[in-house]
C-alpha cells in the first residue's frame, strides 16, 4: 500500500448555492470517468455577482485519485 | 469589451451564520455606493469565539468592479 | 489589555456535513481543555471523497486563546 | 521628503494586443481622476481565450500615489 | 455587532526614524479622512539608503476600518 | 450556467520573440485537442540565455476550460 | 527548438525507504504511458506515521513532458 | 548535538510602546514555563487603532525550544 | 470517523546523516508522548555546515495526531 | 554533466519599451562579467509612472550560470 | 536613467537593541565595499534568546544597488 | 558576537544519486572560495528525467556566511 502512485487534478465547480455544493459538482463532474477519487483540496474560492448579489460561488480544487496499474496518465 | 478597466476592494464580511452570509453581507455592502459589481476572491476567512463557540465567521474578500467613464478613482 | 499574550494552536475538525461544522467541531474540542479561545484562521480546506462524493470536510485551523496568569505553556 | 504617505490601489487593466498596453490602460485610467501616481507592481497576469486565440491580456496592478495634504483617502 | 463589515486600505507610510514612526504616520494619514480605524497589519518593510545610511523607513500596511451606515464605498 | 465545470490544464509555451507570443503558443497547441478554452493565468516566466541574449521566453501557463457532458477527465 | 510545448501534470509518489524513492516510483509510473518526461519539481514531501516509525514517504512531484505533434492534451 | 530536536510554538505578544516590547512580552511570557527557549522568527505584525493613533503592536512569533529528555510534547 | 479532531504541532529534527533520519528522530521524539501520530509535512530543510561540510540537517515537520476523548489541548 | 553547480544572482533591469526590453537589459550587463549565463527567473515586475504614463518597467529577474573550476564564488 | 541596472544581494544584519539597528548594521556593512547602495526590503526579522531575553535581532535583508560602467558582476 | 553580519548567495547543486549529495555538492563548491560557510536553507529541489529515470537531482540552496573583516561584498 504504502507504493500507491496518485495523480491531482485541478476542477473548478460553480454552485448558486453555497460553496459545498460548488465543492461537490466538482467531485461530481470528476467522478464521471475517474475511477478511485480519494481526497480534494481546495486552492481557491471566487464568485460572480449580479445585481449586488452573489450569483454563484465558484472553488477550485485539487482532486487526487489512486492510479491503478491500467490507467493512463497524460 | 476587451479594453475594461476593473477597480478591486478589499472588504470584510461578517455573519454568526455561515461563511456565505458573509460573503453576501460584504457584497451587499459594496453594492451600496458601487455600480456594477462583477466578481469576488476570497482572501481570508476567519472568526470569532465567544463560549467556546463560533460567534461569527469574518471573510475578507477582494471585489471586482467595472469603472465607467465618469467613475473616480482614489 | 494591550499587554496580553496570545497562543495560536493548529486543529484539524472534520464533518460530513459543512465546513462550518467542521470549524465547530474543532473549536468545541479545543474549549474541553482550554479556556479563553478567542479567534480562528482557516489555513486550509481538504476533504475525503468516498463513492464519487464528499465524504467528510476537513477544516485546518488555528485557534488563538489569551494566556492567563497561571496557564503553562509548552 | 522622508515622511511622504502613499496609498496603493489595484486595478485591472486590459488589452488585446499586449501585457503592456494592459497595464498602460489601467494607468490611464487610474490617472483620470489620481494626480501624482509614482509606481505600480504586476500582481497577476491572466488573459480571456476565445476560439483558440488570446483575446484579451488583463493585468492586475498595484498602483500607488501620493497622498497631499487635502487628500480625501477612503 | 456580528454583521459589521470593514474596508481595508493599502498605505505606505515613511519615517527617518523608526519603523514604528512610519506605522504611526501612514495611520495619522488615514486618519484625516476616515473615522473608526480599527486595525492595521504589516504588509511590507523597505526604506532608501543615502550614503551608506538608512535614510528612512517606509512601511506598507493594510488598515481596516468600520463601514459605518452612511459610507460610500469606492 | 452557474453550474459549469472547468477544468485547468498547466503549459508551458516557448517563443524566441515576446512573453506574448510563448503565451500564444502554449494556447494554441492546447486549442488543438481540447474545445472550449476559456482563460489562462500566467504561473511563471522563465528563460534561457544563450551568448548573453535571451534565446527564448518560456511562460507556463494554467489554462481553463469548460467540461461538456461528453468530455472525458483524467 | 526554441517553439517547444510542455505540459506539467501533478502526481504523488510513495515509498517507504527514501524521499528519492518516492520520486522515482512518481517518475517511474508516469514514463508508463508519457513518451518524453523532462524534468520534475517537488511541490511538497509529507508521509504516514504508523508506531511511531515513519511507515512511507508521499512526495508530490509536478513532471513536465514534451509535447509532440500527435499528442493530445486533456 | 547534531540529534537534537526542537519544538516550536506560536505565540502573540503585545505592547503599546514598540514592535520590540511586543516580541520580548511573548517571550518572557514562554520563558515563564519552558526552559531552553532558543530562537523566535517573526510570523506576523499588527496592531489596534485607537482615536486614529496605534494603540498597541501585536507580533506573532514561532518560538523555538530545545526538548530535554524528560520534556512532554503534546 | 468523520468527526475525527486532529493537532498539528512544529517539530525540527536534526541529523548528522540524511533528511530522512532528521525526519524520523523528530517523528521518535514526538513519540515518546504523544499516543497516535498519524502524518507530518515537511515545512522546511536547513542544516548547518562545519568546515565546508554539511554537519547536520534540519528538518522542521508539522505532525498531525488524533486527539483522544481525555486528551488535553493547550 | 550531472555534478554541475550554477550560482543565482538577482539582478533589475529596466526600460522604457517594453517588460522584455527590461530582461534583456538585465541579461546584458550580467553577461559582461559572467561567463555561462544559463536562464533567468522573473520574480518581478514593476515600473514607474510619469505624468500618468508608464516611464520605464523594471523587472526583477534570478540569473543561473555555471559555475567554473576557476570561478571565485563571493 | 529609466536603463539603469540594479543588483540584489542578500545580507543578514545583527543587533541585540532593536530591529532598525540590526538593519543599519547590515546597510554600514554593505557599504564598505559597494558604492550608490539605494534600497532595502526586510525579508525576515528573527533573533536569538538567552535565558529567557531577547539577545539580539537578526534582520535578513535584500539591499539593492546601482550597478555603474566599471562594476564587476558576480 | 551579537553583531556579526552574514551573506545569503544562491547555489544549485546536482548530483545523480540523492538530495544529500546535490546539497553537499553544492556546499563543497561555495567552500572552495568562501570561508566561515555556516548554514544552508533548501529552497528547491527538482531534477532532470532520462529515459523514465531520474537523471540528477537538482537542489537550489541559500548558503549563508559570516562575513569577516576585509571580506568585500558585492
Redesign the interface.
Given at each position: 500500500m504504502?507504493?500507491?502512485?496518485?495523480?491531482?487534478?485541478?476542477?473548478?465547480?460553480?454552485?448558486?448555492n453555497?460553496?459545498?455544493d460548488a465543492?461537490?459538482?466538482?467531485?461530481?463532474?470528476?467522478?464521471?470517468?475517474?475511477r478511485n477519487?480519494?481526497?480534494?483540496?481546495?486552492i481557491?474560492?471566487?464568485?460572480?455577482?449580479d445585481n449586488?448579489?452573489?450569483?454563484?460561488?465558484q472553488v477550485?480544487l485539487?482532486?487526487?485519485f489512486t492510479?491503478e496499474s491500467g490507467?493512463?496518465?497524460?
Open positions: 504504502s507504493d500507491h502512485v496518485y495523480k491531482l487534478i485541478e476542477i473548478v465547480g460553480s454552485s448558486p453555497s460553496i459545498e465543492i461537490q459538482n466538482a467531485v461530481t463532474r470528476a467522478g464521471q470517468s475517474i477519487l480519494r481526497w480534494f483540496q481546495v481557491e474560492t471566487r464568485g460572480h455577482i449586488g448579489k452573489v450569483a454563484h460561488y477550485t485539487k482532486i487526487g492510479l490507467d493512463k496518465v497524460s
